[in-house]
Structure formats: C-alpha cells, structure tokens
C-alpha cells in the first residue's frame, strides 16, 4: 500500500501556496508501507489532498512535492518537465551553456541539469531522484543528443539525505576540458572537478553588467575562481588583477585568457582578507572591487557569524575604491537573505565614512528561475555600489 502523509493542523498552508518541501516535524502520522524513496500521496489533517513527491525517512524533508494534479509520475511526466524547462531557455536566448533544470523551480525538486556545450552535467540530490537516474539519463538522451551526461552528485547536502556522494560518467564520453561560450567568450570548464557542476552559471548576467564599471580603469576580482568576471573586466578596464587563494582556479584564470587573447589580466594567489588589508595598508586603490565569496554560511545556526565575515571584507573593499569608483559585491548564501545582505552593506558603508548608493541590484540569471512562494530558490543577491 503506497505511503499517504498526512500533516499536522494547518501545516498544508505552505505547501498549497506552493512551496516543495513538507518537513518531517510537519506531519502528523504516515499510513501504508512502501519502500524508501517511492511516491507519497501528501495530505491535509482532515485528508485533504495537498500534493505528491518522493518520501525520504532519513532525510528532515520528507516529502518533495512535484505533483499538485492528477498527474502520473513516470517517464512521460519527466521527460515533459524537462523539456518544458529547456523550451523556457531556448526562449530566453540560451542555447550553449545554461541551467536547463533548476530543481523545484522547474517543479522537478533536487534535480539539476547544466548544460556545458555538448555535454550535460546532472546532480541528483535527494533519494527519490536518485533512485530514478536510469530514467532520467534516457530523457536526456532523448531530448538533447549529448556527447556525453556526467553526474556530480557531490555535493555536501546528500549527507542530510542520508546518500553517498557520487560522481561519474553516465553515458557517452565527458572530456577533461568542455569549452563553452559565455557572453561572447571561451571558458574552459572542468566538468569532472570543478567548483558545483564545472562552472557557476549563475552569475553570468552579473558578469556581463560589469564591463561598464570596469571601463578604463583597474580592477580588483577577489575570489576569482576562474575568471569570469576578470575576463569580462578585462574587455574593457586598463588593468584586472584576479585574486584566490587556490592556484588552481589561477591556472584556470591564464587558460581562459589564453583563449580570448587577453593579455591584462595579473593573477595573485592569496588570502583574500589578507590581500585586501595588504593593499589598503599600501594605499592601493581601485576603480571596481568585484566580491564573489563562497558562501559563507550553509544553514540558520552560521548566520551570525557569516554576517561578520561579510560586512569585514565588503568594509575592506569599500576603502580600496577610488572616489567614485564602484564595488561589485554578492552573496550566494540563501541564508543570508536580501533584507539581510543590504543591511549589512549599509552598516559597512557607515563604517567605512564613506557616502555610498546603490545603482543596481540583481540576482541570479533567468536560467535559474526562483518561486515566489519558496525563498531558498532565490539565494543570490548582487549589488554595484558607488562609492564617494
């Protein structure tokens, strides 16, 4: 007898608005008995039917929703999501590198597909999805013709679903190096090892917008990676110095402009805070500081503490701007939300006695849509500030 979930007094407000996830702590009793991972039929206290999805016992969310109707969940449905997801892209001008599925966003929850040229990269990152890879990989075969679909499923969260990390080729050949075309440049992505699936895709409309900051002047990318907002800077400022401290991403920074013949890009492997209060203890100044950390908290309980580390370095960055020059600054925290992330630029703008505004704010590129009626789908936050 398949698994009927049914939720505690006034816990299916949430998800009939539309949010995924149901958590363990939410429900009042389960019924039937089938195996971990099957599809649960999810239910309001007085039995009500609220939606379905695949029920995890190990994992705090029990139950992903992706059915709200009388659909049948089998290949059909996925391969309809999917390709409802990539006709979305197609429409919004994507073609050769992009996120074709965003989890829940795409109503397909903890399945995510990048598309790096000819080569798919898939995470599956939860139990139910897991178990249902096989299918998945023929839909994408189907749909998309790839050279080859390699999963990275290593992400630190399938812990919390009770899985082992996995990473691997699922069909066809994956290269060691997939070039990609980006906002009319080459990138080098490493699939296999890279940061996430290969590539952060998710900022490439914030990397694009900075050219006009960078315009003419000297540029500090801190964090780097692999230069995509160096590279992009360096299209139009004098002098872009990319900054990490892993010399890996700077090896990965001089083959991407050895792509695009850029030639005024100086790599410096560092600290980051360090590098920053080195600078302003040498008088240094600059025309755009770019700030793109790692996230610096993974759940609630770190919130406290990645405010501190965030409002540090966005201080230090605004005294290394030049008068009226700008800082490029982000978060990809979704703990630390917008209210969050504008407060704490604020407060480090009072610190810094410097007059600061905003001219723009952003978030993540379209191919990574975000539900109104589910915050952590929109995490990341960008702002350029002018600073006086």
Same mark, same amino acid.
């Given at each position: 007898?398949?698994?009927?979930?049914?939720?505690?007094?006034?816990?299916?407000?949430?998800? !009939?608005?539309?949010?995924?996830?149901?958590?363990? %702590?939410?429900?009042?009793?389960?019924?039937? #008995?089938?195996?971990?991972?099957? &599809?649960?039929?999810?239910?309001?206290?007085?039995?009500? $039917?609220? @939606?379905?999805?695949?029920? /995890?016992?190990?994992?705090?969310?029990?139950?992903?929703?992706?059915?709200?109707?009388?659909?049948?969940?089998?290949?059909?449905l996925w391969e309809?999501?999917?390709?409802?997801?990539?006709?979305?892209?197609?429409?919004?001008?994507?073609?050769?590198?992009?996120?074709?599925?965003?989890?829940?966003?795409?109503?397909?929850?903890?399945?995510?597909?990048?598309?790096?040229?000819?080569?798919?990269?898939?995470?599956?990152?939860?139990?139910?999805?897991?178990?249902?890879?096989?299918?998945?990989?023929?839909?994408?075969?189907?749909?998309? *013709?790839?050279?080859?679909?390699?999963?990275?499923?290593? *992400?630190?969260?399938?812990?919390?679903? @009770?899985?082992?990390?996995?990473?691997?080729?699922?069909?066809?050949?994956?290269?060691?190096?997939?070039?990609?075309?980006?906002?009319?440049?080459?990138? *080098?992505?490493?699939?296999? /090892? @890279?940061? #996430?699936?290969?590539?952060?895709?998710?900022?490439?409309?914030n990397r694009f917008?900075?050219?006009?900051?960078?315009?003419?002047?000297?540029?500090?990318?801190?964090?780097?990676n692999s230069g995509?907002?160096?590279?992009?800077?360096?299209?139009?400022?004098?002098?872009?110095?990319?900054?990490?401290?892993?010399? !890996?991403? &700077?090896?990965?920074?001089?083959?991407?402009?050895?792509?695009?013949?850029?030639? %005024?890009?100086?790599?410096?492997?560092?600290?980051?805070?360090?590098? !920053?209060?080195?600078?302003?203890?040498?008088?240094? #100044?600059? *025309?755009?500081?770019?700030?793109?950390?790692?996230?610096?908290?993974?759940?609630?309980?770190?919130?406290?503490?990645?405010?501190?580390?965030?409002?540090?370095? %966005?201080? &230090?960055?605004?005294?290394?701007?030049?008068?009226?020059?700008?800082?490029?600054?982000?978060?990809?925290?979704?703990?630390? =939300?917008?209210?969050?992330?504008?407060?704490?630029?604020?407060?480090?703008?009072?610190?810094?006695?410097?007059?600061?505004?905003?001219?723009?704010?952003?978030?993540?590129?379209?191919?990574?849509?975000?539900?109104? /009626?589910?915050?952590? =789908?929109?995490?990341?936050? $960008?702002?350029?500030?002018?600073?006086?």
């Amino acid at each position: 007898m398949a698994y009927e979930v049914y939720l505690k007094k006034n816990e299916e407000k949430r998800p !009939l608005a539309g949010h995924s996830w149901v958590y363990a %702590n939410e429900v009042a009793r389960i019924e039937g #008995k089938d195996k971990n991972g099957a &599809l649960a039929t999810v239910r309001s206290f007085d039995g009500r $039917f609220v @939606g379905k999805g695949y029920l /995890n016992h190990a994992s705090k969310i029990l139950v992903r929703l992706f059915i709200r109707g009388n659909e049948e969940d089998g290949e059909r449905l996925w391969e309809e999501r999917i390709a409802a997801a990539w006709q979305l892209r197609k429409k919004l001008g994507y073609g050769n590198c992009c996120r074709v599925v965003f989890g829940e966003a795409d109503d397909l929850p903890a399945l995510i597909v990048d598309k790096y040229a000819d080569i798919l990269v898939v995470q599956c990152l939860s139990l139910g999805v897991h178990l249902r890879r096989e299918m998945i990989v023929r839909v994408l075969v189907r749909l998309f *013709s790839p050279k080859g679909i390699y999963e990275r499923s290593d *992400s630190s969260v399938l812990a919390k679903e @009770g899985l082992q990390p996995e990473k691997g080729v699922l069909y066809g050949e994956v290269p060691d190096e997939v070039i990609i075309e980006e906002n009319g440049l080459k990138m *080098s992505v490493d699939v296999k /090892n @890279g940061q #996430k699936t290969g590539y952060f895709l998710d900022q490439k409309e914030n990397r694009f917008a900075i050219r006009r900051y960078a315009a003419g002047g000297r540029v500090l990318d801190c964090f780097c990676n692999s230069g995509g907002f160096s590279l992009n800077a360096a299209l139009t400022a004098k002098e872009v110095i990319a900054a990490d401290i892993s010399p !890996l991403a &700077l090896k990965n920074v001089g083959r991407n402009a050895e792509l695009n013949g850029i030639a %005024n890009i100086t790599a410096r492997c560092a600290d980051v805070f360090q590098l !920053l209060r080195d600078y302003r203890a040498a008088g240094e #100044k600059f *025309s755009l500081v770019v700030l793109d950390p790692p996230a610096f908290c993974k759940s609630a309980a770190e919130v406290k503490d990645a405010y501190r580390g965030y409002k540090d370095i %966005n201080l &230090l960055g605004m005294k290394l701007v030049e008068k009226g020059g700008f800082l490029a600054t982000c978060s990809c925290s979704q703990h630390m =939300t917008p209210v969050l992330f504008d407060k704490m630029l604020a407060e480090a703008a009072k610190e810094s006695g410097r007059k600061v505004r905003c001219l723009e704010t952003r978030s993540q590129a379209p191919d990574h849509p975000a539900l109104l /009626n589910q915050d952590e =789908t929109r995490y990341l936050k $960008f702002s350029v500030l002018q600073v006086l």
